[in-house]
DNA sequence: GTGAGCTAATTAGTTATCCTAATAACATGA
DNA sequence: TCATGTTATTAGGATAACTAATTAGCTCAC
């Protein structure tokens, strides 16, 4: 009955995970997938923090500063350092707000949705090559789990 | 309703999330939860580099620099920073292995040891707090894909 | 034994992400 | 109109990671 399973091999147990082991292990893992993903994104020529405002502006173009910092979560200063050096890059552009001209619209560039859209598939390609040694078993858990962790995620909106 | 099973199969829906899906919203989750993860660090007076130690040193006494990089997947030099802090805080002691003396054993302090145990119980309460806000089946699911996310992110070994 | 080559740790210097606090410009409503 | 709130920026600092170069110690082939 007690069997400490090392191996990532079937994980269909009934399994009622303590909420404090999950605490425990969730994080590490996270914190783990993290760095992994820091090296994946490099070659792109985009980085960590720059990745999921691109993906931002292909769904909300057009979006302030202020905007995108509560997407991502990061203060507003933060964020202006990301536009910034993307509009550096020549990934996204800016134009003022007529409406309300304390607002800076931000918006891709030619450029940046080329870049946006290589390193999607870059991003895919890296993550497809892991998951193909995991089980489907195991792919299937992470599908299931996912809807869960972005209910968790979202949590402090 | 069509079922196509994996092997030994949870009695759960089908679900086939295409891997570019999972690749594309994983990472989000990852870097939000993250982000998130480290605010709930700060009060506790260990920061984000310092926690996995910590705890690796709780499973691992007597450690070598080099071993606590290679669990963390960060480089030695970055491993050496850490623990230089962690010394100057009083978390950790060094001392020189006697067998290879190239090496540096590092071990918990009694205070590391204290705060370890405290970090622990608060980052489970933390994270507790917020599976609160979560359905039992959204708990359950995410406790049946940990195993495999370990093995993801144990895959680059 | 001893020198070539490996491994462990450190140092120095750089880059990337974040933050807070202070300012400036604009908007809104009493 | 002016007090208060919002948007964005700048300045300055803390973390967390990296590469490259250096020092020290181990191992083994000869």
Known sequence: ????????????????????????????????????????YTPIGVNLGQYPVLNSLLEHPESSVSEL???????????TAVVNQME????????????DRRCVRVSLTGRGREVAGAARLARAAWFAERLDHLSSAEVSAISRALPALEHLVHLDH
């Open 88 to 99: 550096a890059d020549g990934l996204v552009a800016k134009q003022p707000d007529l409406n």
């Open 1 to 40: 009955m007690k069997k400490l399973t090392a191996t990532g091999g079937a994980p269909t147990e009934p399994l009622a995970l303590a909420s404090s082991e999950l605490g425990q292990r969730l994080p590490m893992v996270m914190s783990l997938l993290g760095r992994s993903l820091r090296h994946a």
């Open 69 to 79: 910092a509560a997407r991502e979560r990061v203060k507003l200063p933060s964020m």
